[in-house]
Structures are given as structure tokens and as C-alpha cells.
């Protein structure tokens, strides 16, 4: 059995209505995204990486899985090939056992991997050559994950709105 496929049709609206409408979508969307950030952020509380991934439910029907992701590895990168090819070529180093540098002081592939970065810069102490630097890895996360055809499934629009009254809450009503 196919879901129906959800379709928006905005043709009768007026181009000022039609404006209104983008406006507050725009806004849903906003909201929608940093509730969804608040509740990654609770689940954060009590669930890491070695955490098994869940399956949630949304209106009795199995809608996502949810699984944390794990930081990524940070790792070197020459950010300046040609000071860091000065830099070896000032020390004479040797890139397992071939030069690490050509003719025009440019350091070579294998010396510009990762790997390689990481064991120069352990032997020199943790000094950083002239143009290497540390970058970072991807900050992990949680993912969350519709399962095929659960966006476009016909819902009691009651409990949509539902869920959005609990994440948003109602704002105060000044007169």
C-alpha cells in the first residue's frame, strides 16, 4: 500500500496571504528545527555513541531510527604546502625514506597525509611545522531518520498539532 503523497497547492491565495503564509512557515520551520536541537539535546543526556540506535514511534506506527553518531578524529593538514615543504626541506627530513620535498620545496603527497603529520610532529616534540595546522573533526550528533514514506503518511492533523503545542508551548498573550 502506497502512502498518499501530500501535495500544497497555494494557487487561490492572494499574493498578500500567499506572503503571510511563507512568513509564518519560515517561522514553523525555525521553531520546528530548534525544538528538534532541544529534544537532540535531551537525549544527549542520557545516551552516548556506544548506545544501541531506537526505533521511535510517532501515532502508533514505528516513524524513525534514532542513533547517536560519534565524534570524528581530528587529524593534521598542511593548510600552506609550500612553508611546510620550506620547513622540511630546512631539516632534511625524509618522508619514509623518500624525499619529502621537490626540487621547488613543495612537500609531497605522502608527506602531507595525516598519518605521516602525526608522527612527525610526536618525534618533534608536538611543534607544529610552518604551515600545518590542527583541524578538528566533525562534532558528532544525533541523526534522526524518517522511515520511507512516514513524512507523507496522512496523520490526524490533531496530534501534529499536538506535538507542536508540547514542543513550542503557548506563548504569552499580552493585551
Not at 72 to 80: K, M
Amino acid at each position: 500500500m502506497m502512502a498518499d503523497i501530500i501535495e500544497y497547492d497555494y494557487s487561490n491565495l492572494s499574493p498578500d496571504r500567499l506572503l503571510t503564509h511563507l512568513a509564518g512557515l519560515q517561522i514553523l520551520a525555525k521553531r520546528v528545527n530548534m525544538a528538534l536541537a532541544a529534544a537532540k539535546r535531551e537525549y544527549l543526556r542520557t545516551h552516548d555513541a556506544t548506545s544501541p540506535k531506537e526505533n521511535a514511534l510517532f501515532d502508533g506506527q514505528d516513524a524513525a531510527t534514532v542513533i547517536v553518531k560519534k565524534d570524528g578524529e581530528g587529524e593534521y593538514r598542511v593548510d600552506d604546502p609550500i612553508a611546510y615543504a620550506d620547513f622540511l626541506a630546512h631539516y632534511g627530513i625524509d618522508c619514509e625514506g623518500q624525499p619529502a620535498v621537490r626540487t621547488v620545496n613543495y612537500p609531497t603527497e605522502n608527506a602531507m597525509k595525516p598519518k605521516w603529520l602525526e608522527r612527525l610532529i610526536s618525534e618533534h616534540g608536538g611543534e607544529l611545522p610552518d604551515g600545518v595546522s590542527w583541524h578538528a573533526g566533525r562534532a558528532g550528533g544525533v541523526s534522526v531518520t524518517l522511515n520511507k514514506g512516514m513524512a507523507d503518511r496522512p496523520y490526524d492533523p490533531a496530534r501534529l498539532m499536538q506535538v507542536a503545542v508540547d514542543s513550542f508551548g503557548t506563548p504569552a498573550i499580552e493585551d
